[in-house]
């Protein structure tokens, strides 16, 4: 066996998939569909050099990205120890990108769990997936005084955008940021719809970003829950952030059912979106609003 690990090439996006479509036939994925891994592929595209492949006698075999918690090898080339060069590849990338931990999503089954021990990572936490139904009723949103809100179509200072991101996050469970480079790179991709992003300012500084939501429209689901009489579009909330000086104002509350409304004008059923379990705030605010658990997705973790 000739085994190599090199960084992730936009030209591999084929060969990644293929992986990622035989995993999720084997494994069975509680929660995970063909969209997620269009979702994932897509932020593979925007930071790849975030990710890694590993390639056996010249084919890939299966790849890391810590950004997106995955490492994941063929079914039909495992047990060969392209995984074990897969997480040191996971290693180098985590510390690369300044984070003290390696963290990756595995999956609850003997396997997976063997292999995580295997590699020194221990239980971190779990990734919730939540769903609310298209019949729990949730109030118009009523901003704040002095908040404004528009969608990114009206137009958007990118940089400043890239730093309400960053400022948003930092203090996430699981700290994420982003550069203004891989910001230009998701808008410019097919189906990227600036009305699905809304941005709330001040009143009188409304060139200053201070929350945002994006929703996502997805391909319609094959289980679209209880009470649908047919398959219904999938729809999720992406992401919620509001600056740490501007919470406790209900900003968050109010982008969260401006999502909702917005996703439900699009025809979408089901709304799903995923919350770190010790998010608490986040996850009240989902839970209050009438989100329902329906996956958990146990994270482990190694610090670098």
Not at 43 to 57: C, Q, S
Not at 75 to 92: E, H, M, N, S, T
Not at 123 to 133: K, M
Not at 189 to 218: H, K, M, S
């Amino acid at each position: 066996m000739n085994v190599e690990v090199r960084p992730y090439r936009l030209a591999d996006e084929p060969a990644v998939r293929a992986i990622m479509e035989a995993s999720l036939e084997f494994d069975r994925f509680p929660g995970f569909t063909a969209w997620d891994l269009e979702d994932e592929l897509a932020t593979m595209a925007v930071a790849p050099a975030g990710v890694a492949v590993a390639l056996e006698d010249g084919e890939i075999a299966g790849y890391v990205g810590p950004r997106q918690d995955d490492l994941t090898v063929h079914p039909d080339r495992r047990r060969g120890g392209v995984g074990r060069l897969l997480f040191q590849a996971g290693l180098q990338l985590a510390t690369r990108a300044g984070l003290n931990e390696l963290t990756l999503y595995v999956p609850p089954a003997v396997a997976g769990e063997s292999f995580a021990r295997a590699m020194g990572l221990t239980y971190r936490s779990s990734l919730w997936q939540l769903g609310l139904e298209p019949c729990v009723a949730v109030p118009a949103p009523v901003w704040p005084a002095g908040v404004a809100v528009a969608t990114a179509a009206r137009g958007l200072d990118l940089d400043r955008f890239v730093e309400l991101l960053n400022a948003a996050f930092a203090d996430h469970p699981s700290p994420m940021s982003w550069t203004r480079d891989e910001i230009d790179r998701a808008h410019a991709r097919p189906g990227f719809d600036a009305t699905a992003v809304l941005v709330a300012t001040p009143v009188d500084r409304p060139t200053e970003p201070i929350a945002f939501i994006r929703t996502a429209v997805g391909p319609a689901e094959a289980n679209p829950g209880p009470g649908a009489d047919k398959p219904s579009l999938a729809g999720e909330i992406r992401l919620v952030g509001v600056l740490p000086e501007w919470r406790g104002r209900g900003l968050g509350r109010e982008l969260l059912r401006w999502g909702i409304a917005d996703l439900r004008s699009r025809g979408v059923g089901r709304i799903q979106l995923n919350v770190e379990a010790r998010n608490a705030p986040a996850l009240g605010l989902y839970r209050r609003t009438g989100f329902e658990p329906l996956v958990e997705w146990p994270h482990w973790s190694r610090r670098v």
